[in-house]
């Protein structure tokens, strides 16, 4: 096994810049989200079965959820360190951790993830203790902790409202060719005002995926209100062969007022 003296939890270093931060300074989460993604990647390709690695053997990592909790974001300019481990192993998919803390060791909050291997000509579940000789299993964290809840079952009732709908377009559409991760949850935010944005902090969210959406689908955004300040959205698709609609994900939005 190659890199094997690495430790199993990989740490990377971020800064919330200007022009990531919203109206009141704190970093989006989508580009909070986008650091995370950045540092399994990191952390993954370090140790020998990260996309690098993927590619040519026409493979890649495909996020199949996604929770984050945050007691607070980061503010314009601050550092902040992502850590990341994997905590669980199966055949087609694994669990990988997240904690975000200042460099003086502030706890910002944590994420949890599951990600499937895919084979990108057949878009099929692969083996990943192929990968690199089963490399993986070196890396297996499973005293270091997490303490938020796993991913939901994200439930849509029937009486949920289509609240806005829009054309994928260049920007939406990342390297794999499909609409990135992050835009879904883009997307969803900008369902609410300023004015809400301006009493409320996202504590909770969740992202479960489906399928992938592709350049020229139509996405359709419904939501329900759950209980107070707790909303579910259901992410659809359509195309211009058809106006049936396909569900592509589903997302969970727990706020709460500014401290």
């Given at each position: 096994m190659e890199?094997?003296?690495?430790?199993?939890v990989g740490r990377y270093l971020f800064l919330a810049e200007p022009f990531h931060c919203n109206f009141k300074g704190m970093l989006f989460p989508g580009h909070l989200g986008n650091h995370m993604l950045n540092a399994a990647d990191f952390h993954s390709d370090e140790r020998g079965y990260g996309m690098s690695k993927l590619l040519p053997q026409h493979k890649t990592w495909?996020?199949?959820?996604?929770?984050?909790?945050?007691?607070?974001?980061p503010k314009v300019y601050d550092k902040f360190y992502i850590?990341?481990?994997?905590?669980?192993?199966?055949?087609?998919?694994t669990t990988r951790n997240y904690s975000v803390v200042s460099p003086e060791g502030k706890v910002f909050g944590y994420g949890k993830s599951i990600w499937a291997l895919i084979d990108t000509d057949t878009r099929k579940p692969s083996d990943?203790?192929?990968?690199?000789?089963?490399?993986?299993?070196?890396?297996?964290?499973?005293?270091?902790?997490?303490?938020?809840?796993?991913?939901?079952?994200?439930?849509?009732?029937?009486?949920?409202?289509?609240i806005k709908s829009l054309k994928v377009s260049y920007s939406d559409i990342d390297m794999n060719g499909h609409v990135n991760s992050m835009k879904y949850l883009e997307h969803a935010l900008d369902i609410y005002s300023l004015d809400y944005w301006g009493k409320k902090a996202l504590r909770r969210?969740?992202?479960?995926?489906?399928?992938?959406?592709?350049?020229?689908?139509?996405?359709?955004?419904?939501?329900?209100?759950?209980?107070?300040?707790?909303?579910?959205?259901?992410?659809?698709?359509?195309?211009?062969?058809?106006?049936?609609e396909t569900d592509v994900c589903r997302i969970a939005f727990i706020f709460e007022d500014n401290k």
């Open positions: 890199n094997n003296k690495l430790p199993k495909v996020l199949s959820r996604l929770v984050l909790e945050m007691q607070e974001m850590e990341t481990w994997v905590d669980g192993i199966m055949k087609f998919f990943l203790l192929e990968l690199n000789e089963g490399a993986i299993l070196n890396y297996v964290e499973k005293e270091k902790e997490c303490p938020i809840d796993n991913p939901s079952h994200v439930k849509m009732g029937k009486q949920a409202n289509r969210l969740e992202i479960a995926y489906i399928i992938e959406a592709y350049y020229d689908c139509t996405l359709h955004f419904y939501e329900e209100e759950v209980s107070a300040d707790h909303y579910h959205i259901r992410v659809t698709k359509s195309d211009e062969s058809s106006e049936e």
